[in-house]
């Protein structure tokens, strides 16, 4: 059992629990040699983590990623940065590890994870975690919006994510909603989730 954690903790929705932050923290955190890797490297290694939602009272969430897309620099036309470093896509050029938030429809913030190296931008888009699929409905959820813009998963205490040692079998597929992006970037095998996630 790991110190400061109940017995009686689980995943998903009802998992809301109280405990000291830092102990959990220093025991499973994943630091930044794990964001710093290639996009294509990071993303099929984060379906099957605990992502944390923490606030500063104590309370946390804690809810397994389940499903992913991989959004690599500026030659993938259907990575923001293919249009070049404005200010809504700065953060992706900063060192890996950092949170990427943006507007869609004017309704729903997309969750992702930058990585690589700095000035590569490059960027990971969390589309599920357990019982919530689809990268509006779990923000939404979950609170997440564009004040988490640019926190740093290496350090913050609102976020993080977790290695559980949980290795699951990963499927991958092509991206959602990217047919703008062209017939050969449209069908990169860039999107791993969870086998059995997507029933």
Not at 12 to 20: A, L, Q, R
Not at 40 to 54: F, H, N, Q, R, T
Not at 162 to 191: L, N, Q
Request: proline share 5%; charged share 25%; glycine share 10%.
């Amino acid at each position: 059992m790991i110190p400061g954690e109940r017995r009686s903790l689980k995943f998903g929705m009802n998992s809301k629990i109280k405990y000291p932050i830092e102990p959990m923290s220093q025991l499973k955190r994943l630091k930044r040699e794990f964001f710093s890797r290639d996009v294509l490297e990071v993303a099929p290694d984060l379906p099957g983590k605990s992502m944390i939602v923490g606030l500063s009272n104590g309370s946390a969430g804690r809810y397994m990623i389940t499903e992913v897309e991989a959004y690599r620099g500026i030659e993938d036309r259907a990575c923001h940065a293919c249009k070049g470093r404005t200010r809504r896509t700065e953060i992706m050029y900063h060192e890996g590890g950092h949170l990427y938030i943006y507007l869609i429809y004017g309704m729903y913030w997309m969750l992702n994870i930058v990585t690589g190296s700095e000035n590569d931008p490059q960027a990971v888009l969390i589309r599920g975690v357990e019982n919530y699929n689809g990268p509006g409905k779990l923000t939404k959820s979950l609170g997440i919006d564009k004040s988490f813009n640019g926190e740093d998963l290496v350090v913050s205490d609102r976020m993080w994510i977790e290695d559980i040692g949980f290795s699951p079998e990963i499927k991958t597929g092509p991206r959602i909603g990217i047919d703008y992006a062209g017939e050969y970037w449209k069908s990169r095998p860039w999107r791993y989730y969870i086998n059995n996630s997507m029933a």
